[in-house]
């Protein structure tokens, strides 16, 4: 499993070989459907208010198919949790990621 990317802030991006959608002929599925990527996972370990804010902003969910989804997940490993600092700046607007740098 590789590490997931981040950015100059230690917050998750999205790993560049991973598609948000699939061709429907190729996928696994036989009735493909999006679904919800939480990118700061597992859901557990984001415990406090500002944690939890974070790993719902919509910078870090991301819909997607859900063959993508099993695929991003099964390739890389969860992203370290930022520090509280970063978190807590995160929240409130202090920090912005380069125009490259996001999971768009």
């Known amino acids: 499993m590789k590490p997931h990317p981040v950015d100059e802030y230690g917050l ?4 560049p070989d991973i598609a948000l959608e699939c061709d429907p002929e190729f996928c696994k599925y ?3 459907y999006m679904d ?3 990118v700061y996972h597992p859901a557990a370990e984001y415990k ?3 944690e939890k804010r974070l790993r719902r902003c919509a ?5 997607m198919c859900r ?3 099993e695929e991003w997940d099964n390739a890389y490993a969860p992203p370290p949790k ?5 978190i807590v700046a995160f ?14």
């Open 12 to 15: 998750a991006i999205r790993p």
């Open 30 to 32: 036989p009735n493909p």
């Open 36 to 38: 919800r990527q939480h």
């Open 48 to 50: 406090t208010p500002e």
């Open 59 to 63: 910078r870090f969910v991301v819909r």
């Open 67 to 69: 063959c993508q989804h």
């Open 82 to 86: 930022p520090d509280r600092d970063t």
């Open 91 to 104: 929240n409130r607007g202090m920090l912005s990621p380069a125009p490259n740098q996001t999971l768009e």
